[in-house]
Nanobody, 123 residues
Framework: VQLQACGGGLVQAGGSLRLSCVAS????????MGWFRQAPGKEREFVSA????????LYADSVKGRFTISRDNARNTVYLRMSSLNAEDTANYYC?????????????????WGQGTQVTVSS
């Protein structure tokens, strides 16, 4: 089972990126999915989560209104659209598959983790 995150890169402040997370080895169509991030010297923090059918989403206050999570179960893929990026968004972004059907902000609720994709925002 593997979660492959991609789409990170270097972007100027105010710019946008779309991260993708593709699952292989099994499907997670019945599981909530989440995005977390970790900046150097900081703890991992919750970014966003989505329920199994996409009907319910959660966002950290710091990204609300700027980031949008979505999923395409036919492609076993979860997306994170990020806009109005700023230097505080610089981090390694990880996708994760949850234990249950609903997304959660708690890292302990996730069983599978991807390897991360680096996002660097230049000011």
């Amino acid at each position: 089972v593997q979660l492959q995150a991609c789409g990170g890169g270097l972007v100027q402040a105010g710019g946008s990126l779309r991260l993708s997370c593709v699952a292989s080895g099994r499907t997670f169509n019945n599981n909530g999915m989440g995005w977390f991030r970790q900046a150097p010297g900081k703890e991992r923090e919750f970014v966003s989560a989505i329920s199994w059918n996409g009907a319910s989403t959660l966002y950290a206050d710091s990204v609300k209104g700027r980031f949008t999570i979505s999923r395409d179960n036919a492609r076993n893929t979860v997306y994170l659209r990020m806009s109005s990026l700023n230097a505080e968004d610089t981090a390694n972004y990880y996708c994760a598959a949850g234990r249950g059907a609903r997304g959660s902000s708690g890292a302990s609720e996730y069983t599978y983790w991807g390897q991360g994709t680096q996002v660097t925002v230049s000011s």
